[in-house]
């Protein structure tokens, strides 16, 4: 297994372009998440999915779009990029599991820089 | 609110015990994380403890929890230079989605 893979490593975006960072999971898990990781700052929840077809709201959504179309794939859309959003971003998926501790795998990550 | 807190940076001796501490608020979290990350990776899972227990132990590392206080700690002994990384405090609150609070991360530099 692959695990969560993300595309691409690295992005630089000029102010108020789009773009899209995809992820992946081979996993067959049903939750997937978007985080990103600021310096000094833990990572905050953009978006997350319990299943194809249904997304919603983290702590940081604005500026920021999601679709689940199947089980595997749950892209990242930034509609209009701005410096605030320079940031790592990491995608995440896990089962759902039976009370269990539903571990969080993680992708290697996107750094995107705006200028 | 919900909110994880931990020490931003640790500086140990190699062969010496390092130990991490983080605090948080929701007292209704079922599960407590650790994950650890590797210069330019993602998160690993190190380690995680339920809620109704005090300690966990698993090889190297071990966990303790207070309740009372809302205290986690993450014990590494024998800390080598493998063992330099970020470490994650997350707490999962009850109920809901598999939604995890993150701490900041403390940076733990070993050195010889």
């Known amino acids: 297994n692959a695990g969560v893979t993300q595309t691409p490593k690295f992005q630089v975006l000029k102010t108020g372009q789009s773009m899209t960072l995809q992820c992946a999971q081979d996993m067959n898990h049903e939750y997937m998440s978007w985080y990103r990781q600021d310096p000094g700052m833990g990572l905050r929840l953009i978006h997350y999915s319990v299943g194809a077809g249904i997304t919603d709201q983290g702590e940081v959504p604005n500026g920021y779009n999601v679709s689940r179309s199947t089980t595997e794939d749950f892209p990242l859309r930034l509609l209009s990029a701005a410096p605030s959003q320079t940031s790592v971003y990491f995608c995440?998926?896990?089962?759902?599991?039976?009370?269990?501790?539903?571990?969080?795998?993680f992708g290697p990550g996107t750094r995107l820089t705006v200028l | 609110g919900e909110d994880v807190e931990q020490s931003l940076f640790l500086s140990v001796r190699e062969g010496d015990s390092s130990v991490i501490n983080c605090t948080y608020t929701d007292s209704s979290s079922t599960y407590l994380y650790w994950y650890k990350q590797e210069p330019g990776a993602g998160l690993q899972l190190l380690t995680y403890i339920f809620s109704n227990m005090d300690m966990k132990q698993d090889q190297r590392l071990t966990v303790l929890l207070n309740k009372k206080d809302k205290h986690l700690s993450l014990r590494i002994a024998d800390t080598q230079t493998g063992d330099s990384a970020i470490y994650f405090c997350?707490?999962?609150?009850?109920?809901?989605?598999?939604?995890?609070?993150f701490g900041a991360g403390t940076r733990l530099a070993v050195h010889p």
């Open positions: 997350a707490e999962k609150p009850s109920g809901g989605y598999n939604k995890l609070i």
């Open positions: 995440a998926s896990s089962d759902q599991g039976t009370g269990s501790r539903r571990e969080q795998f």
